[in-house]
């Protein structure tokens, strides 16, 4: 796989303007040997076609599909401008990220660090240091304390057995394996019962041992009973600050709500989108559908745009997952969280739509999918 080297990454640069910005970044990929010297032009004409910047301050800068053959070796370089370059549209961008590439290696990497840019706090982080080394820590998405790990990895369901302890033990193992507790944590979680909360739902967490931010779900096949208690879920929790709160915030409104039966169906991803989206409302209108993604070089840049101002154009809110992915919902008026997805040729996406005009984004979703989101199908 691509990686990120320290020497590709150039901290406490500065641009007059986005062209000098691009510039700048040309001449460092040719000088890395992964560009003829033409590849500017070819920047510069794909950013006349569609913005490349993404949000949170960051540029991804490349060639257009036509520019290929300028690519000699796939590369990236990292430029950081504490100052700010001017994207247009009111848009500052403090990251600019150019790259060239011949093929889809790189889309990992730029799934790692798109992915790490979710979080407003690494932006700012990003914007702020000095060091190359902190920037590629931060960009390829190094754990630290501070983050936050729940994906479908970390989800089991169908669990046949009507045992707490053995659902405590598969959560507490999942947490381990993940490197988010240390065996404190678990010895701690397996001697003391879980909290009740009530609808199925039962919390269990320690005092000690809790190395990064987690969250482990197991959910039993079928429903049993503790001491007269209704069994269904059993989430456990690593909790090193505030990150998890969201995801208690969404468990205690469907506590209040009494809604949680809503956890006793669907797949490890429908979990994740219930327990993380703070926005969701029981009574609007919900339309989920799900695509094969076949252009070829996946959803990069170019129909990722095209898609994510698609979706703009309906009253509805819309996550997507990438069910070849982590199973992390994004939100789909995004272009960097969509591009964050890593979505490769032949991946499979699902689309969860919510609000009044949920029906007719989903049928225009269909058609721009079917037509190559403004791709053709060699490109």
Known sequence: ???????????GAWASDKKDAIRQVSIALAAAGNVS??????????????????????AIPHGTIHSRHLVLQTGIQVFQFPHGVDW?????????????????????????ITHALNDE??????????????????????????????DASLITTDIASCNLITLQAI?????????????LFLSQILSDPPLNLGQGIWLSESSQGNLINGIAISRAMRPFDVQGDKVSLLITISIIDEKPLVVLSCLSRLLINNECDQLFHG?????????????????????????????????H????????????????????INLNGNGQPANGRSLMKMVALGVKRGHRLRFIARGEEAQKMML???????NGLGENKNE
Do not use: W
């Open 301 to 320: 840049a170019r129909p990722g745009a095209v898609l994510v101002n698609l979706i703009k154009g309906f009253n509805c809110k819309v996550s997507v």
């Open 1 to 11: 796989m691509l990686q990120l080297a320290l020497n590709a990454i150039t901290p």
């Open 364 to 370: 225009a979703v269909t058609e721009a999918i079917a």
């Open 267 to 299: 797949d490890a991803y429908y979990i994740i989108e219930l327990l993380t989206n703070e926005t969701l409302d029981s009574q609007e209108l919900v339309v989920t559908k799900e695509f094969i993604i076949n252009n070829q070089h996946g959803l």
């Open 88 to 112: 247009g549209e009111q848009q500052i961008a403090y990251i600019v990220i150019g790259i060239a590439a011949k093929s889809d290696e790189h889309l990992e990497l730029l799934r790692q």
């Open 37 to 58: 010297g033409d590849y500017l032009e070819a920047m510069l004409e794909r950013e006349k076609q569609t913005s490349t910047y993404l949000g949170n301050g960051i």
């Open 171 to 183: 959560n507490a193992g999942l947490l381990k394996q993940a490197g988010l507790v240390d065996n």
């Open 121 to 150: 706090s690494l932006a700012q982080k990003l914007k702020n240091t000095d060091s190359a080394k902190t920037l590629r820590s931060i960009l390829i998405g190094e754990k630290d304390s501070t983050s936050f790990s729940l």
